[in-house]
């Protein structure tokens, strides 16, 4: 069990969606319109559905958080879903008088089926309600009060689309983020951006869905985040499954990833090479194939995470499907969806990252408050402690 950890509850189409935080020290600024920003930023993105423009994600603060700041309490997240007064006899807590049409049609690549023989159901609407995206909009607020911890030791994260269907943007050697917030696709490449978008619009057009592939980096990473000494410890282990549970991403890697597997071992390691003087460590990386982690732990340069986003599961066309209440062919159910979602993927990413490296900070430096916090996190890090770990007997 993590020091910093978090739960959600709520439903698509239901009253609101609930996040709890605990583990989060006392003494950390925090408001609802700095939460705001990141929830504003996962609705956008080329090829959401028309939710986005009903729903003004706002989280209310319930609990934690007093005069501004957090308490050390757990905070407890309220974010109302608009869309809620069209559903009240649906999704109705309390029984209802009328009879309510059950959804038998399962759709492939959701959770509609697995979920309702799990769970002993042949209405799949209990399972598509919690299994929905918009579970997200809570990590999303989560993810903010986690990344306003951070940016408090200097970590920044961010995240860009890097392909969209077969689309793949050129990957420049510095990104500028203020380019990537203001695409419509998070792509940091202006000519991979409007073919991306040309592609949703064809897929929205033929009533299907594209997938694609973001990256997320966290910069300013120490080193000695995590460990090597048991499998639940490894930072890379934690963090492939914050990103694997992501609504629809089916494959995680982390710096090189996958493509390290085409080289050999003298092309795959990250070269250590003598710093400058002056410098606050006597030795730098040449390269990042590593990502950022080694054998479990940060070594101090940005951790690159990339994820593999599948198709929506929803289809404007949809695929073949067996009614579970006769077993007899039918289309599979469909319900207002998104044609592509990688690039409010890449700000849950984010989100989830954020929670991982919270945690591993607060493990590594402790602290009730902010400030015993930093006051360990700067000892740690200052050049005489540096000198003193790394000095030979």
Same mark, same amino acid.
């Given at each position: 069990?993590?020091?910093?950890?978090?739960?959600?509850?709520?439903?698509?189409?239901?009253?609101?969606?609930?996040?709890?935080?605990?583990?989060?020290?006392?003494?950390?600024?925090?408001?609802?319109?700095?939460?705001?920003?990141?929830?504003?930023?996962?609705?956008?993105?080329?090829?959401?559905?028309?939710?986005?423009?009903?729903?003004?994600?706002?989280?209310?603060?319930?609990?934690?958080?007093?005069?501004?700041?957090?308490?050390?309490?757990?905070?407890?997240?309220?974010?109302?879903?608009?869309?809620?007064?069209?559903?009240?006899?649906?999704?109705?807590?309390?029984?209802?008088?009328?009879?309510?049409?059950?959804?038998?049609?399962?759709?492939?690549?959701?959770?509609?089926?697995?979920?309702?023989?799990?769970?002993?159901?042949?209405?799949?609407?209990?399972?598509?309600?919690?299994?929905?995206?918009?579970?997200?909009?809570?990590?999303?607020?989560?993810?903010?009060?986690?990344?306003?911890?951070?940016?408090?030791?200097?970590?920044?994260?961010?995240?860009?689309?890097?392909?969209?269907?077969?689309?793949?943007?050129?990957?420049?050697?510095?990104?500028?983020?203020?380019?990537?917030?203001?695409?419509?696709?998070?792509?940091?490449?202006? #000519?991979?951006?409007? @073919?991306?978008? *040309? !592609?949703?619009?064809?897929?929205?057009?033929? &009533?299907?869905? /594209?997938?694609? =592939?973001?990256?997320?980096?966290?910069?300013?990473?120490?080193?000695?985040?995590?460990?090597?000494?048991?499998?639940?410890?490894?930072?890379?282990?934690?963090?492939?499954?914050?990103?694997?549970?992501?609504?629809?991403?089916?494959?995680?890697?982390?710096?090189?990833?996958?493509?390290?597997?085409?080289?050999?071992?003298?092309?795959?390691?990250?070269?250590?090479?003598?710093?400058?003087?002056?410098?606050?460590?006597?030795?730098?990386?040449?390269?990042?194939?590593?990502?950022?982690?080694?054998?479990?732990?940060?070594? #101090?340069?940005?951790? @690159?995470?990339? *994820? !593999?986003?599948?198709?929506?599961?929803?289809? &404007?066309?949809? /695929?073949?499907? =067996?009614?579970?209440?006769?077993?007899?062919?039918?289309?599979?159910?469909?319900?207002?969806?998104?044609?592509?979602?990688?690039?409010?993927?890449?700000?849950?990413?984010?989100?989830?990252?954020?929670?991982?490296?919270?945690?591993?900070?607060?493990?590594?430096?402790?602290?009730?408050?902010?400030?015993?916090?930093?006051?360990?996190?700067?000892?740690?890090?200052?050049?005489?402690?540096?000198?003193?770990?790394?000095?030979?007997?």
């Amino acid at each position: 069990m993590g020091q910093f950890r978090f739960l959600t509850a709520g439903e698509s189409h239901g009253k609101g969606l609930i996040a709890v935080i605990e583990g989060m020290v006392a003494g950390l600024p925090i408001s609802e319109d700095y939460i705001a920003q990141d929830l504003t930023r996962r609705q956008a993105g080329y090829g959401r559905s028309a939710r986005m423009k009903i729903e003004q994600d706002k989280a209310e603060i319930i609990s934690g958080v007093r005069h501004g700041l957090t308490i050390g309490s757990p905070i407890s997240l309220l974010i109302w879903n608009r869309v809620w007064e069209d559903w009240q006899e649906i999704m109705s807590v309390a029984p209802v008088d009328k009879e309510i049409q059950p959804l038998t049609s399962p759709r492939p690549g959701h959770a509609d089926l697995a979920g309702a023989i799990k769970y002993g159901t042949k209405d799949i609407r209990p399972i598509l309600e919690r299994a929905s995206a918009r579970e997200t909009a809570a990590r999303v607020a989560v993810g903010a009060v986690a990344r306003k911890f951070l940016e408090e030791f200097g970590i920044t994260i961010h995240s860009h689309t890097i392909s969209i269907g077969r689309h793949r943007a050129k990957q420049p050697k510095s990104i500028d983020w203020q380019q990537v917030e203001s695409s419509p696709v998070r792509c940091a490449d202006a #000519g991979a951006e409007k @073919v991306m978008m *040309a !592609a949703i619009d064809e897929a929205k057009a033929e &009533g299907d869905t /594209l997938g694609g =592939v973001f990256e997320v980096i966290a910069a300013g990473v120490p080193v000695g985040l995590g460990s090597h000494v048991q499998w639940d410890r490894r930072l890379d282990g934690q963090i492939a499954q914050a990103i694997m549970s992501i609504n629809a991403v089916k494959g995680v890697d982390i710096g090189a990833g996958f493509s390290m597997a085409n080289v050999k071992g003298s092309q795959a390691q990250d070269v250590i090479e003598t710093s400058p003087e002056g410098t606050a460590l006597p030795w730098h990386r040449a390269t990042n194939s590593a990502g950022g982690i080694e054998g479990g732990i940060s070594n #101090g340069q940005s951790i @690159v995470v990339r *994820a !593999a986003v599948k198709p929506v599961a929803t289809l &404007g066309k949809p /695929l073949p499907s =067996v009614d579970l209440r006769t077993g007899k062919k039918v289309e599979a159910h469909y319900e207002r969806s998104d044609i592509c979602v990688v690039p409010a993927a890449g700000v849950i990413g984010e989100a989830m990252l954020a929670v991982v490296m919270t945690n591993a900070m607060l493990e590594k430096f402790g602290g009730d408050h902010l400030k015993e916090t930093l006051a360990n996190y700067k000892n740690y890090i200052s050049p005489a402690y540096s000198r003193n770990r790394y000095a030979t007997s």
